[in-house]
C-alpha cells in the first residue's frame, strides 16, 4: 500500500487516471473510507454544516478543524489528508495564514492545506507555500463566501464570471497550489480550466472533465435529511438504515427482548 502525496495527484493527472476524494471528520469513518481506497480525505470545513449543525462555514473555529483533522490523520493510513483552513484563519495576513496553516501539519497532521479564493489569495496560496506547506485551492462557489455570493449558486455563467474564474484558476497555479477544486461550474468552462491548467483539478458540481472528483460523505451516504443538491449522488440509504436500526433497538429494549441471554455477564 503506497502512501498518497501530492506528487502523486500530479502524476495521476499526467497519467489521465481520475483522482478521487471524500471529506471525513472522525477516526471510524476516516478508516472506512482509507481501506476502500479514496486517494484524498479532505477535512472540510463542511464539518459545520454536516457535523456541528450550523447553517454555514462562517462559525467554524481553527480548533474545530484541528479536533476533526487530528481523528481523521490517526485512521488514515494511505489517502491524502488535507485539512480545510476555516473562514479568517488565512485571510487576515500572511503571518497569520502562515501560523494556522502550519498547525494544521503539526497539531492536526495533516500533509496539506486547503483554501478559498482566487486572484484574492495567490499572495496567501504563495506565503504558505514557501515554508513548505502544500496548498489545494478552492474556486468556484466558495462557501465562505456566502454572502458577498447572495447565496450558495454556480458560477462562472455569465462572460464576466467566466473571465474571472479563468483568471482565479491562473492565478492559484502561479501561487504555488498542487491542485485546485472547482465547485458548481458550469461543465464547459470546468473543461478548459482543467486543460489550461498543469495541476489537478478536483470537481464538485463541476461536470466529468475535472481530474478528479469530490463530494461530502454525508452525501454520499444519505445521512442528511431536506435539500439536496443536483451534484450530489447518494450510493445509499443510511439515514432509513440507521432509523430502522434504531427503531428495532427500541422495540426490543421496551419489549425486554434485549439484552438477549448471550449479552449476560454471569
Ligand atoms: O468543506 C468541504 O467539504 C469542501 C468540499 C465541498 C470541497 O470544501
Redesign the pocket.
Known amino acids: 500500500m503506497e502512501k498518497v502525496t501530492v506528487t502523486a495527484l500530479q502524476k495521476m493527472k499526467a497519467e489521465k487516471k481520475k483522482i478521487t476524494m471524500l471529506?471525513s471528520y472522525d477516526y471510524p469513518g476516516t478508516r472506512i473510507l482509507d481501506e476502500a481506497g479514496v486517494d484524498v480525505l479532505?477535512v472540510?470545513?463542511?464539518a459545520g454544516n454536516v457535523f456541528s449543525g450550523y447553517a454555514n462555514?462562517l462559525p467554524v473555529t481553527m480548533e474545530e478543524m484541528l479536533y476533526h483533522t487530528r481523528a481523521v490523520a490517526r485512521g488514515a493510513k494511505r489517502a491524502l489528508v488535507v485539512g480545510?483552513m476555516p473562514f479568517m484563519s488565512y485571510q487576515v495576513g500572511l503571518e497569520e495564514a502562515r501560523r494556522n496553516a502550519g498547525r494544521f501539519l503539526k497539531e492536526g497532521g495533516a500533509e496539506a492545506v486547503?483554501l478559498e479564493g482566487g486572484v484574492n489569495m495567490e499572495a496567501v496560496i504563495r506565503a504558505i507555500v514557501d515554508i513548505d506547506i502544500p496548498v489545494m485551492a478552492?474556486i468556484g462557489l466558495t462557501?465562505q463566501s456566502v454572502h458577498r455570493m447572495g447565496g450558495f449558486k454556480v458560477q462562472g455563467k455569465d462572460d464576466r464570471q467566466r473571465k474571472q474564474l479563468l483568471e482565479d484558476a491562473r492565478a492559484v497555479e502561479r501561487g504555488g497550489a498542487f491542485s485546485v477544486?472547482m465547485?458548481c461550474v458550469p461543465e464547459g468552462l470546468a473543461r478548459e480550466i482543467t486543460e489550461a491548467l498543469s495541476i489537478p483539478t478536483i470537481g464538485?458540481g463541476a461536470g466529468p472533465h475535472c481530474d478528479g472528483q469530490?463530494l461530502?460523505i454525508h452525501d454520499v451516504l444519505g445521512l442528511l435529511e431536506g435539500f439536496r443538491p443536483k451534484f450530489v449522488k447518494p450510493y445509499v440509504n443510511l439515514r432509513e438504515t440507521i432509523g430502522l436500526a434504531v427503531k428495532a433497538y427500541c422495540k426490543e429494549v421496551e419489549e425486554g427482548l434485549f439484552p438477549g441471554r448471550e449479552h449476560v455477564f454471569k
Request: aromatic share 0%; hydrophobic share 35%; no cysteine.
Open positions: 471529506t479532505l472540510g470545513d463542511s462555514t480545510d486547503k478552492h462557501p477544486v465547485e464538485i469530490v461530502v
